[in-house]
């Protein structure tokens, strides 16, 4: 571990290493957008920072297969909500015959190994729709599935598996006129 914790809100950098706020940054970018939009009163618009979105009125929308890049695997209409993707398909590289990818177990050190390609999530944020979906990458689907229950009131997901199984939940009222693309 290039960190050691010596209080909970307090580490020791061990040797040089960075944070990549991709999809956390993306989804402030976002909220912070639709703040400035509600206020001046905006009623329609579609905010999308590299998938992660959020619909101001009725809008159509898509969650990108995981192992057919460019092509939806579903099609939906979301309202007044946020959708956000977490994926260990695209930002992955190997290294001595061992597969990596860019999302860390922060629990382990290591890359979140839980049988989970994709994950996707509609949820009141952009912030809160990547929190779920990261935690539906990193944790056992149980786990993940009574912690994002625990943590959040309103929410649906869409996972996709390394065995290309899917599980869908959640509040189904959340999206509707769901269409299978692929």
């Known amino acids: 571990m290039p960190i050691e914790q010596i209080a909970s809100q307090w580490i020791i950098k061990k040797r040089d290493f960075s ?33 992660d979105l959020y619909a101001i009125g009725r809008h159509r929308v898509g969650i990108e297969h995981p192992l057919l890049q460019g092509k939806d695997m579903m099609r939906f209409y979301i309202e007044d909500l946020s959708l956000a993707t977490s994926g260990k398909n695209f930002r992955k590289w190997s290294s ?20 989970v390609l994709q994950a996707s999530a509609i949820a009141r944020t952009v912030m809160e729709a990547e929190t779920i979906s990261k935690v539906f990458c990193i944790l056992p689907f149980e786990e993940a599935t009574a912690l994002v229950t625990k943590q959040f009131s309103n929410f649906a997901y869409f996972v996709y598996f390394d065995n290309s199984q899917m599980a869908v939940g959640g509040n189904s009222k959340l999206y509707s006129d769901l269409e299978v693309a692929v």
């Open 19 to 51: 944070f990549d706020f991709g999809g956390f940054g993306k989804g402030y970018i976002v909220d912070k957008t639709i703040e400035l939009f509600v206020k001046e009163n905006v009623k329609n618009a579609l905010v999308n920072a590299g998938g």
């Open 96 to 115: 001595n015959g061992r597969k990596y990818h860019h999302i860390v177990d922060g629990r382990t050190g290591d890359v979140a190994d839980n049988g």
